[in-house]
């Protein structure tokens, strides 16, 4: 059974950082490419950033030079690095199996929130 659970949202002022993670079970995360994906109160999702099986790496233009994804395929994890945070980046943000598509199989999300 395919499970994404997040952690390490919270709340945090503006300008400064978090580090989001994904514990990935149910299926080896090496073998698939992975992505961040964000909701904001009364918006649609919107695909953030993601990485490839050969670790290159996309990110959308209102978050790169601020944000890096990383795995680790050891062990079973995906991060989210996330520097200079801005008021516009609070979101529900979820890890979820896929490169810059948002189609795959999703966690539940852990909430960040930007006082500004």
């Known amino acids: 059974q395919v499970q994404l659970v997040e952690s390490g949202g919270g709340v945090v002022q503006s300008g400064g950082s978090l580090r989001l993670s994904c514990a990935a079970s149910?299926?080896?995360?090496?073998?698939?490419?992975m992505q961040w994906v964000r909701q904001a109160p009364e918006k649609g999702p919107e695909w953030v950033s993601g990485?490839?099986?050969?670790?290159?790496?996309a990110y959308a233009d209102s978050v790169k030079g601020r944000f890096t994804i990383s795995r680790d395929n050891a062990k079973n994890m995906l991060y989210l690095q996330m520097n200079s945070l801005k008021y516009e980046d609070t979101a529900l943000y979820y890890c979820?199996?896929?490169?810059?598509?948002?189609?795959?199989?999703r966690g539940q999300g852990t909430q960040v929130t930007v006082s500004s």
């Open positions: 979820a199996i896929g490169f810059t598509r948002i189609s795959g199989p």
């Open positions: 149910g299926f080896s995360l090496r073998s698939f490419p």
């Open positions: 990485i490839n099986l050969g670790g290159a790496t």
